[in-house]
């Protein structure tokens, strides 16, 4: 009698990995891997050193339109809740969090994320320093309709910090902005950070820039979703054989990472293959859109959103718009 409990642990491919090497099989055919690999520990490491560099200004931009912004907007709206999804930046957090702690009188703050860890070491902490605040972590994933989040009393304040939105293309990014509507009530507010389009004020290569630092941070940043995937996947790539690139597409409106085959590389997904790339053959990791606002009323008014307000730095290289319903 065979115990199928006694099978060898290395030749289990347990769902998990089974449908993460499907993807990644798929995705390496057309070339496109998601940019939500980016993120184990080292990447979201990575990911910080990136908000710190001297090119990266949309982390620095959108923190000085928080500090400018987030007290007169907690008055004016004086929600009894603030729904962070993806619950990023502790620093932007804090921000919000101390502007909503002065206007209202006993808020809830319901951090929304797919880490079930990441919230838990969050909520600890906001607990400790704001013990005037109820925090109700909420696992969810934006790409999926919200978890029918009611906390605290109306109004809500739902914000999606970071430009976020970016990484998706239009029609994902209309379904989220559809989630947040579909969660929304008539009273309900939506703040959303979105990086800008080039333009006077704004160079490509300042863009460009930010994308492709001198220290090498995003570059790094990039390789590691290699390095991720080796892990979680079990796949072979030598990320040293791959540059960085960062390249901003026009047509689309989007910055592009890609990963360069320096001198050729062979990588296989066990049980599914060996894929080649020629010298020069690149795999895109990422696209970052940039908005403007008729491209964001576009966007928001397809999810049944109205923008009712927009502030930005002086040389409009950042923005963040309030919507409601
Ligand atoms: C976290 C998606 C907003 O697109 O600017 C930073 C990720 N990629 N540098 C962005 C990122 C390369 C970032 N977002």
């Known amino acids: 009698m065979t115990d199928p409990a006694a099978a060898p642990v290395e030749t289990r491919e347990d769902d998990e990995v089974g449908a993460l090497r499907d993807e990644v099989w798929d995705r390496l055919q057309r070339r496109r891997l998601s940019s939500r690999w980016f993120y184990d520990r080292r990447g979201s490491e990575l990911f910080e050193r990136i908000t710190r560099l001297?090119?990266?200004?949309?982390?620095?931009?959108?923190?000085?339109?928080?500090?400018?912004?987030?007290?007169?907007?907690?008055?004016?709206?004086?929600?009894?809740?603030?729904?962070?999804?993806?619950?990023?930046?502790?620093?932007?957090?804090r921000v919000i969090l101390d502007a909503l702690v002065e206007e209202v009188e006993s808020p809830v703050y319901v951090p929304l994320d797919v880490s079930a860890e990441f919230l838990r070491a969050t909520a600890e902490g906001l607990r400790t320093d704001y013990p005037q605040l109820r925090v109700v972590p909420e696992v969810g994933d934006l790409t999926r309709p919200l978890p029918v989040v009611r906390?605290?009393?109306?109004?809500?304040?739902?914000?999606?910090?970071?430009?976020?939105l970016g990484n998706f293309p239009p029609e994902m990014a209309i379904r989220i902005l559809g989630h947040v509507a579909r969660a929304m009530?008539?009273?309900?507010?939506?703040?959303m950070g979105a990086d800008l389009k080039p333009g006077p004020g704004k160079s490509v290569a300042e863009l460009v820039a930010a994308y492709d630092d001198a220290q090498g941070v995003t570059a790094e940043f990039n390789r590691n979703m290699l390095r991720v995937l080796n892990a979680r996947a079990g796949t072979d790539f030598d990320p040293e054989a791959f540059a960085h690139r960062?390249?901003?597409?026009?047509?689309?409106?989007?910055?592009?990472?890609?990963?360069?085959?320096?001198?050729?590389?062979?990588?296989t997904v066990p049980g599914r293959g060996a894929m080649e790339?020629?010298?020069?053959?690149?795999?895109?990791?990422?696209?970052?859109?940039?908005?403007?606002?008729?491209?964001?009323?576009?966007?928001?008014?397809?999810?049944?959103?109205?923008?009712?307000?927009?502030?930005?730095?002086?040389?409009?290289?950042?923005?963040?718009?309030?919507?409601?319903?």
């Open 185 to 191: 009530g008539a009273d309900d507010r939506f703040l």
């Open 246 to 267: 960062a390249i901003w597409n026009e047509v689309e409106g989007w910055i592009e990472m890609h990963l360069v085959s320096r001198g050729g590389a062979t990588v």
């Open 54 to 93: 001297p090119e990266y200004y949309p982390t620095r931009t959108e923190l000085a339109l928080l500090e400018a912004h987030a007290g007169p907007w907690m008055q004016r709206i004086r929600p009894g809740s603030v729904v962070e999804l993806g619950a990023g930046s502790a620093r932007k957090t």
């Open 151 to 164: 906390h605290g009393d109306p109004p809500a304040l739902f914000a999606l910090l970071g430009s976020t």
């Open 277 to 325: 790339f020629a010298p020069g053959d690149s795999v895109r990791t990422e696209i970052s859109t940039k908005y403007d606002r008729a491209t964001l009323d576009h966007l928001f008014g397809e999810a049944g959103l109205e923008i009712v307000e927009e502030v930005a730095d002086p040389a409009r290289r950042y923005a963040m718009v309030l919507a409601r319903l």
